[in-house]
């Protein structure tokens, strides 16, 4: 079965730093991969996917992916936080394709990100 | 608003009574997910269900837990007899009804948060 990765469980960064978070999927063949953010007592909000095609993705609120399948990662970065960033953020993945997979997402643990104005 | 409704928002019950927790999908969607969340997890997947069906309920506790979607109404996570390790938040998620399941983002309600007394 697959799993996720994330390596950070809390981030701590002042306002304008760069922010890079973690995260490693295991499982060799195709994947849909997915960034999810939760700000405080609210509903996880798609950040932004990846299904196919240019390994970097953008997604709302600055916020980018990029793909990288030698590595099996696909780290999210912003290149200036803002105070407004504060949440937790979670990576997912799906095996398109294979039943069950198709659509269960699996997540990792969260990284909970607190920015310093 | 995600569009996907839960409530309660939070449902504090006692040991051994029962938790009913809601959630009406986005508009046009038939889908529906049930991801738990305990704490310093990330969310874990239940039950994916259809109007009227079970399509899979493999993450499902074997005993105490139900869910149902029925043609009208909300879905319905059924917790009977409940512990104190049912305590977490409860998060549904709904896509839509048309296109291959694998390519459609899940979107996800607020969640609700459960405790055991």
């Known amino acids: 079965a697959q799993s996720v990765s994330q390596h950070n469980h809390h981030v701590i960064l002042s306002e304008a730093a760069s922010l890079e978070l973690g995260c490693n999927y295991s499982?060799?063949?195709?994947?849909?991969l997915f960034w999810y953010v939760q700000y405080p007592g609210q509903h996880l909000q798609l950040l932004l996917k990846?299904?196919?095609?240019?390994?970097l993705v953008k997604g709302i609120k600055g916020f980018e992916a990029e793909f990288i399948k030698s590595k099996f990662s696909f780290n999210l970065r912003k290149p200036s936080v803002q105070w407004s960033d504060t949440a937790e953020y979670f990576c997912?993945?799906?095996?398109?394709?294979?039943?069950?997979?198709?659509?269960?997402?699996?997540f990792g643990k969260g990284t909970k990100l607190s920015v310093i104005p | 608003n995600a569009g996907v409704m839960q409530n309660p928002r939070h449902l504090v019950r006692r040991r051994g009574q029962e938790a009913r927790l809601r959630c009406s999908p986005m508009?046009?969607?038939?889908?529906v997910y049930w991801y738990r969340q305990l704490p310093e997890e990330g969310l874990k997947f239940m039950v994916y269900?259809?109007?009227?069906?079970?399509?899979?309920e493999s993450g499902m506790p074997k005993e105490r837990f139900s869910a149902e979607f029925p043609k009208e109404g909300p879905s319905i996570l059924r917790i009977q007899q409940v512990v104190r390790g049912d305590s977490a938040a409860y998060f549904c998620?709904?896509?839509?009804?048309?296109?291959?399941?694998?390519?459609?983002?899940?979107?996800f309600g607020d969640g609700t948060r459960l405790s055991i007394l």
């Open positions: 998620a709904s896509s839509p009804s048309e296109g291959p399941i694998s390519n459609q983002p899940q979107h």
């Open positions: 499982y060799g063949g195709t994947v849909n």
């Open positions: 990846y299904f196919s095609g240019d390994p």
């Open positions: 997912a993945v799906k095996i398109p394709y294979s039943g069950a997979g198709s659509y269960q997402l699996t």
């Open positions: 508009k046009g969607h038939s889908h």
């Open positions: 269900l259809q109007k009227e069906n079970i399509i899979d």
